[in-house]
């Protein structure tokens, strides 16, 4: 699969200056960075911002970008989600060319550089639970205590190591850990854990190994193996650095790395916790990582986001030391604005009812031409039948309007789009009071949607022939949480009971139904949608992409 062409970006920040300084000052002859996802889980919107600053990087100082999986922990991690991550980078537009790697590679290094720290009286092994570890760490306010293992002689602390290798002993019976201080001001350099036992089929390498690397042991190393020059984290590994160092420097790797950290994006009414999307899934809340109301890639691509969309909402918020959380708004700007430029115009009534012209001749039919992008005349036209019985949205009429709803009621006259004026003569009714169709009268002489005596009329609606439509699912979807900052302790308690209608009976155009077209189309009036996988033959189905305008905000503001 290739990856569409990326336009090299332009800007700047700190992390490019850092790049430039090293590049100006030929400490390195080529700049290295790496894209290092866990593959337990599907990328999210957040993941796309690194990955658009790795790749953006390599891609503007002609360096390289490795896509690494860290696949360190086999218990989480499936071949399903390796393959979306793959699947994913490549859709957002960027290529690793031959530098696909994986952490798994380096395990036999790995393992004997442990033994290298065993040796050098730098690891130990630990016979504590977990927990017993936990309470000796100490707290941010006071040092931690020292195992009681500690002090085993290199001998022992090999044959330990050795045996924990073989299989021996059960999961979390023992750990291997550096000897660093355990009084430090830093927890994470209070002897931390490097080697884990784990009984579990790694996707890679199957039953070869009983223990497994920590990602802050095997990422450092992992860089330090394939000359990454900028190791480029979220602010999260800030108080990690330490550790990347210390390790760094006590082993025999073949180049030093430095690793740099940057803000990582918080978007509101959004969670992005891994564990969180994944009690999503789990929970039944959404259909799958895919589902259009996650922020995952998969789900912003099912609801017809494009990928333009995303680098352009990344590069727009840059790229920051501090954290902050952006606007939702941003990002549907962004959205909004590319759909605009390429989304090809067409009518749907997603809400029917059916009007009735009682001067048009029954039987008779017309094609009305209608322009398929209003800026781009390139994009030609389409046909759609006229005839006597059509559909308009229901939320364009009113049989009591107020002062200002200037669309159809009761003798008022107005366009339908691309056709006549016409004017509401009657309303029918069903036995329970509701209305369920009009009868009007047409202007022919208005053919186009112009008088030629000059009269105005204020609407303008869309509509469908009754006949030639077709009929369609429609699936509207809304922010997953109703609260700009959720609680990520608590987010069921924060979902929007509204993120999800699904309309069974609209109509659609029957060049829709018949293009089975991946493109996202603007439904003239309602919004951006696309036609989504569920679709069958005979019942297609469509998500919105995005409304026209930001009417969530405003709509959960005056809820509140």
Not at 215 to 230: C, N, R
Request: negative net charge; aromatic residues 10%.
């Amino acid at each position: 699969m290739t990856a569409e062409a990326v336009p090299a970006e332009t800007g700047r920040d700190f992390i490019r200056d850092i790049v430039q300084a090293d590049l100006d000052a030929k400490r390195y002859s080529r700049v290295v960075t790496r894209f290092p996802p866990e593959p337990n889980g599907y990328l999210h919107i957040g993941h796309a911002k690194s990955i658009a600053l790795n790749f953006g990087i390599a891609q503007e100082f002609s360096g390289r970008c490795h896509l690494r999986f860290d696949d360190t922990n086999p218990t989480r991690e499936e071949q399903e989600y390796i393959d979306s991550i793959q699947s994913d980078v490549h859709w957002l537009g960027y290529d690793w060319g031959d530098d696909l790697f994986y952490a798994s590679d380096y395990f036999e290094q790995l393992y004997a550089w442990a033994e290298g720290l065993i040796r050098g009286g730098f690891a130990y092994v630990d016979d504590q639970s977990q927990e017993e570890i936990r309470i000796r760490r100490g707290t941010l306010t006071e040092p931690g205590q020292n195992s009681p293992f500690r002090e085993r002689s290199v001998e022992e602390n090999l044959d330990l190591f050795r045996r924990m290798k073989a299989g021996e002993f059960a999961n979390g019976a023992r750990v291997l850990r550096a000897k660093i201080d355990m009084s430090s001001g830093n927890i994470n350099l209070r002897d931390p854990v490097l080697y884990r036992i784990l009984h579990a089929t790694h996707p890679r390498t199957g039953d070869k190994w009983s223990i497994y690397p920590s990602y802050d042991y095997a990422h450092g190393q992992s860089d330090a193996i394939e000359g990454v020059t900028h190791s480029i984290c979220t602010l999260e590994f800030e108080d990690h650095r330490p550790l990347y160092e210390w390790l760094l420097d006590k082993l025999p790797v073949p180049s030093k790395p430095h690793q740099y950290e940057f803000a990582r994006l918080n978007l509101s009414y959004t969670l992005l916790s891994k564990r969180v999307l994944t009690e999503l899934v789990r929970g039944g809340h959404v259909a799958g990582w895919d589902d259009p109301r996650m922020p995952t890639i998969a789900g912003l691509k099912r609801r017809g986001v494009q990928a333009a969309a995303i680098r352009e909402f990344v590069k727009r918020i840059g790229v920051a030391k501090a954290n902050s959380v952006v606007d939702v708004g941003m990002l549907e700007f962004c959205i909004r604005e590319i759909l605009n430029k390429t989304a090809q115009r067409r009518m749907a009534v997603l809400r029917p009812l059916k009007i009735v012209i009682e001067n048009y001749p029954e039987g008779k039919a017309e094609d009305i031409e209608a322009v398929n992008h209003p800026d781009d005349p390139a994009s030609g036209t389409r046909r759609i039948a006229f005839g006597r019985e059509l559909y308009i949205e229901r939320d364009d009429f009113m049989e009591n309007p107020p002062k200002k709803f200037f669309r159809l009621s009761p003798g008022t006259e107005v366009r339908l789009r691309y056709a006549y004026f016409v004017t509401c003569r009657e309303v029918i009714k069903n036995s329970a009071g509701e209305v369920i169709e009009l009868r009007c009268t047409y202007d022919p002489s208005t053919k186009g949607g112009n008088a030629p005596d000059g009269r105005k009329v204020k609407a303008t609606m869309h509509w469908l022939p009754a006949a030639q439509s077709r009929a369609a699912e429609i699936r509207i979807y809304n922010q997953l949480f109703s609260k700009p900052t959720p609680d990520a302790a608590n987010f069921v308690g924060d979902l929007n009971p509204q993120s999800l209608e699904i309309i069974r009976d609209a109509r659609i155009e029957p060049a829709i139904a018949e293009a089975n077209s991946p493109d996202v189309m603007q439904f003239e009036r309602q919004g951006y949608f696309v036609r989504d996988p569920d679709s069958t033959s005979d019942r297609p189905v469509f998500n919105r992409t995005i409304g026209l305008r930001d009417t969530f905000a405003k709509e959960v503001g005056a809820k509140s």
